[in-house]
């Protein structure tokens, strides 16, 4: 299986900060990542798809890069409704897996 | 509107098989590319994904998990079934469904989520 490894494992930013979440593949997986969005109690979101397409509706404010085995979520100015929890996750092959998430907090 | 609604009981005891109903609105399991998962999340935890079934019935399965599951769909009703057998404590968890659409592929990206139904194994 495919491990997927998110870092930081949290993170601590103010409303206004521009803010970078890496998430790392243990092989190669081309493109094919995801990024969600979940806050507490709820399903996660979907924001980014083939490691840089954005979910319709999502702002443009997240943005996703990164081929390989290296990804990047970035959010160019935090808002008060981004403060939850990310994750990535990896469908090039088969069993799909998620990173085990990064808590972005408020300082 | 689209949306997915998970529906099971909310709890079983070790060693019962766990029944989990997907009832999917605002499009068709038939449709050709449509495919649907289960992920599931323990209390605290990151997400684990568990089956998918597509639209011409083929499936695919945990690769940790894969003798404990069957993934199947009632297209008749628009509901995709996960059975877990063998359901112990750890499995304890939030149960969703989710949609990858056709228009996605061959991008395997999750747009809509059921809201999540918590299962606890405990005697």
């Known amino acids: 299986d495919i491990q997927m490894t998110q870092s930081p494992s949290t993170l601590s930013a103010s409303v206004g900060d521009r803010v970078t979440i890496t998430c790392r593949a243990s092989q190669s997986i081309s493109s094919w990542l995801a990024w969600y969005q979940q806050k507490p109690g709820l399903a996660p979101k979907l924001l980014i798809y083939?490691?840089?397409i954005l979910e319709s509706g999502v702002p443009s404010r997240f943005s996703g890069s990164g081929s390989g085995t290296e990804f990047t979520l970035t959010i160019s100015s935090l808002q008060p409704d981004a403060f939850a929890t990310y994750y990535c996750?990896?469908?090039?092959?088969?069993?799909?897996?998620f990173g085990q998430g990064t808590k972005l907090e408020i300082k | 509107q689209v949306t997915l609604r998970e529906s099971g009981p909310a709890l079983v005891k070790p060693t019962q098989t766990l029944t989990l109903t997907c009832t999917c609105s605002g499009f068709s399991l038939s449709t050709s590319g449509m495919c649907v998962s289960w992920i599931r999340q323990p209390p605290g935890k990151a997400l684990e994904w568990l089956a998918r079934?597509?639209?011409?019935?083929?499936?695919y399965y945990s690769t940790s998990l894969k003798t404990r599951l069957t993934i199947s769909k009632d297209t008749s009703k628009n509901q995709v079934v996960l059975a877990m057998t063998n359901m112990d404590p750890v499995d304890t968890a939030t149960y969703y469904c989710?949609?990858?659409?056709?228009?996605?592929?061959?991008?395997?990206?999750?747009?809509?989520w059921g809201q999540g139904t918590m299962v606890t194994v405990s005697s």
């Open positions: 079934i597509d639209w011409d019935d083929d499936k």
């Open positions: 083939k490691a840089s």
């Open positions: 996750q990896q469908y090039n092959s088969y069993p799909y897996t």
């Open positions: 989710a949609r990858i659409p056709p228009t996605y592929l061959p991008s395997h990206a999750f747009d809509i």
